[in-house]
């Protein structure tokens, strides 16, 4: 039975991209373009409602929280700390406060949240250090253990953070890749030194899906109960990972959720669970890893777990395309501010929020969820097709540069 409980959170929003699409201006310098891209206003406006309902409750949470002992890992991407640095300093202190805590670990995040490994294994080398160097930065804390974008993992993937100098990963802990091999143990892979930790995929979604469920025949999911199932997981330890939006904004403060977090670290002590970092959990488990086969098709916690949460209709497979292109135009142009602006569009999110096209079910109900508001006036067909336009629009700008 598991007598230890690893907890990660993610903290990551888009840098959304203007719908319909804004015809970039002949002679526009490519410092003044980014108003043409991405909605900052809007961006704006989604950033402060979930700072409001979420990351500020949830910040205090889990201040309180680690003052009873409970322990916890944090990802950042570059992405949200460019927004927290432009838009609520105030908000900033509180989460370098948290970060601060010595019961708070961070952890590396892929800055922009894109597909970046799938397009140039090297450049997402070189977009993984420079996350882990702002979050550095940021935190003034260093980095050991890193996430990627959506938890993706393959065998390129693992080889590539290995030769980072991590000393671990995460991936989810799906079926299909661990097969007969639980979720509650340390992994490495090919003889390598980079530790895999392996997200309990049931347990965290327990919390980070289901609890708002009232479908669900674990409703309403009691910090007890959560105590008792996480005790009764066989092995080593339990790792969880959640979204941090899950507390106030992906169920909101009336479905329980800050309630039932608040409960838990005494339900973890009174059931006899540690709570641990990951480099504690390292250290005590890390002796001998065992091997993880890992595939060459990418794991995700997205969805049914495999790529085709973000490559399983046309219109995603389109946006794809246009990844490539604007990274390659981008290149050829030489240009920094291009180049950067290039990386924002490769967000997976331009993926994730048009997962619905086609598509039915409660993938297509969560991506809905994420499409934004004022997206919806322009039809689900417009939406597509200006997504789209945004990529094309950029390419063309990009001409007199090249």
């Known amino acids: 039975m598991a007598e230890n409980l690893v907890t990660y959170c993610v903290i990551h929003q888009p840098r959304r991209v203007k719908l319909p699409a804004q015809v970039i201006p002949a002679g526009t310098a490519p410092d003044k373009m980014a108003p043409y891209l991405f909605d900052d206003a809007m961006n704006r406006r989604y950033f402060e409602k979930v700072a409001r309902w979420c990351y500020y409750p949830a910040t205090d949470m889990?201040?309180?929280?680690?003052?009873?002992?409970?322990?916890?890992?944090l990802g950042f991407s570059m992405s949200f700390l460019w927004q927290l640095r432009e838009w609520d300093p105030a908000?900033?202190?509180?989460?370098?406060?948290?970060?601060?805590?010595?019961?708070?670990?961070?952890?590396?995040?892929?800055?922009y949240h894109s597909f970046a490994f799938a397009l140039d294994i090297k450049l997402f080398q070189e977009e993984m250090l420079r996350g882990k160097t702002y979050a550095e930065e940021f935190f003034q804390k260093q980095i050991d253990f890193t996430d990627t974008t959506e938890m993706v993992m393959n065998n390129e993937i693992y080889f590539a953070l290995d030769q980072l100098g991590y000393r671990g990963g995460m991936l989810d802990g799906r079926p299909w890749v661990l097969e007969w091999r639980e979720p509650t143990h340390l992994y490495s892979h090919a003889g390598h030194k980079l530790a895999l930790f392996c997200r309990h995929h049931e347990l965290s979604d327990?919390?980070?899906?289901?609890?708002?469920?009232?479908?669900?025949?674990?409703?309403?999911?009691?910090?007890?109960?959560?105590?008792?199932?996480?005790?009764?997981?066989?092995?080593?330890?339990?790792?969880?990972?959640?979204?941090?939006?899950?507390?106030?904004?992906?169920?909101?403060?009336?479905?329980?959720?800050f309630s039932f977090m608040r409960q838990l670290p005494s339900e973890l002590k009174r059931h006899e669970i540690r709570s641990m970092l990951p480099s504690e959990a390292l250290t005590e488990f890390g002796r001998s890893l065992p091997d993880l086969p890992l595939p060459e098709f990418g794991t995700t916690w997205a969805g049914q777990g495999g790529m085709e949460f973000f490559l399983g209709n046309a219109?995603?497979?389109?946006?794809?395309?246009?990844?490539?292109?604007?990274?390659?135009?981008?290149?050829?142009?030489?240009?920094?501010?291009l180049m950067d602006l290039a990386l924002w569009l490769l967000q997976s999110d331009n993926l994730h929020l048009i997962q619905w096209a086609g598509s039915s079910g409660s993938e297509a109900e969560v991506s809905a969820y994420f499409t934004p508001d004022e997206w919806w006036g322009l039809g689900p067909d417009m939406i597509l097709s200006e997504q789209q336009r945004v990529y094309a629009n950029f390419i063309r700008a990009m001409d007199a540069f090249a």
């Open 62 to 73: 889990f201040l309180d929280m680690m003052g009873q002992g409970f322990k916890l890992s």
């Open 91 to 111: 908000l900033a202190d509180r989460f370098r406060t948290l970060v601060a805590h010595s019961n708070c670990e961070l952890i590396g995040v892929e800055p």
């Open 206 to 257: 327990d919390v980070g899906y289901r609890f708002s469920d009232r479908k669900w025949t674990g409703y309403p999911l009691r910090a007890d109960t959560y105590a008792k199932n996480l005790r009764a997981a066989w092995g080593d330890f339990v790792f969880i990972g959640w979204d941090y939006e899950t507390f106030g904004e992906h169920h909101s403060v009336d479905t329980g959720i």
């Open 315 to 337: 219109s995603q497979q389109a946006i794809f395309r246009l990844m490539h292109s604007v990274l390659h135009k981008a290149r050829l142009t030489g240009d920094p501010t």
